[in-house]
């Protein structure tokens, strides 16, 4: 058995679409057995990975809400954290989306969040920019998932549109 791992988009503190079979994927040894439980439901679900090693699952999602645990087995065990579930918006761009909240006009905005008593459940992962003549499929994240309490960090523009969701 190889150990289960995971394409940087899945990870602790992620948000899953609520109300969908959102795609769980990453890589085990082959033919290797992986399950995928979760906190919300007492459904586990199952893949069987590729002679490559590539895995994939469909899970159900329930209405926004967490924060929810996802457990992954395989050879060794991932235990993802602080999981919520509601909406998710892919915010792209040219420069301008690359403008930090803590350095622009949204400033006042990222302190009010990252100081809030308790945590607003607004999330940023923001990925690696890589030049390929092909799909990707792991993708890289220095900082992973950042939770609003790293608001300054976040894009100013995908910030101030996920808490106009939130309000």
């Known amino acids: 058995t190889a ?39 007492t459904n586990i679900w199952k893949a069987t ?11 159900q999602t329930p209405q926004a809400g967490g924060p929810h645990t996802i457990r992954i087995k395989g050879g060794t065990e991932i235990v993802l954290e602080d999981v919520l579930v509601g909406e998710v918006w892919h915010a792209s ?4 989306m690359e403008w930090f909240a803590g350095k622009s ?3 006042e905005l990222a302190k009010e ?5 308790d945590e607003v459940p607004v999330r940023e992962l923001r990925t690696e920019t890589v030049s390929a003549l092909y799909p990707q499929s792991r993708g890289a994240s220095e900082a992973g998932w950042k ?16 808490h106009e969701l939130y309000k």
Request: charged fraction near 10%; aromatic fraction near 8%.
């Open 93 to 96: 761009g040219q420069s301008n």
């Open 49 to 59: 990975a590729s002679n490559g090693g590539r895995w994939t699952t469909e899970i």
């Open 3 to 41: 150990a289960v791992r995971l394409p940087a988009i899945i990870g602790s503190h992620m948000v899953l679409q609520q109300h969908t079979n959102a795609t769980l994927w990453g890589w085990a040894g082959a033919a290797e057995t992986v399950t995928v439980s979760v906190s919300w439901s």
């Open 147 to 162: 939770t609003s309490r790293a608001a300054g960090d976040f894009s100013a523009l995908a910030l101030a549109f996920a």
């Open 113 to 117: 969040l990252a100081a809030a008593k």
């Open 105 to 107: 006009s949204c400033a």
